[in-house]
């Protein structure tokens, strides 16, 4: 069975209006600012801080006894 043609032409522009207007949004999003990463990972921060917290436990150790 054949689409109404005037359906059909409807659901079309319908369709391309979408793309349209997704395509608009991309663009600007695009344009945004983008954020900076100057926030170092944590990944990197860990073996710093385990050794960090390795010392303070010795110290600790040799305060206590």
Same mark, same amino acid.
């Given at each position: 069975?054949?689409?109404?043609?005037?359906?059909?032409e #409807?659901?079309?522009?319908?369709?391309?209006?979408?793309?349209?207007?997704?395509?608009e949004?991309? #663009?600007r999003?695009?344009? &945004?600012?983008?954020?900076?990463?100057?926030?170092?990972?944590?990944?990197?921060?860990?073996?710093? &801080?385990?050794?960090?917290?390795?010392?303070?436990?010795? #110290?600790?150790?040799?305060?206590?006894?």
């Amino acid at each position: 069975m054949m689409p109404d043609p005037f359906i059909h032409e #409807r659901l079309t522009q319908a369709h391309q209006l979408d793309l349209l207007r997704e395509a608009e949004h991309e #663009r600007r999003l695009a344009q &945004l600012p983008q954020p900076k990463h100057h926030i170092t990972p944590i990944s990197h921060l860990l073996p710093s &801080l385990r050794f960090l917290f390795k010392r303070f436990q010795k #110290r600790l150790q040799r305060r206590t006894t």
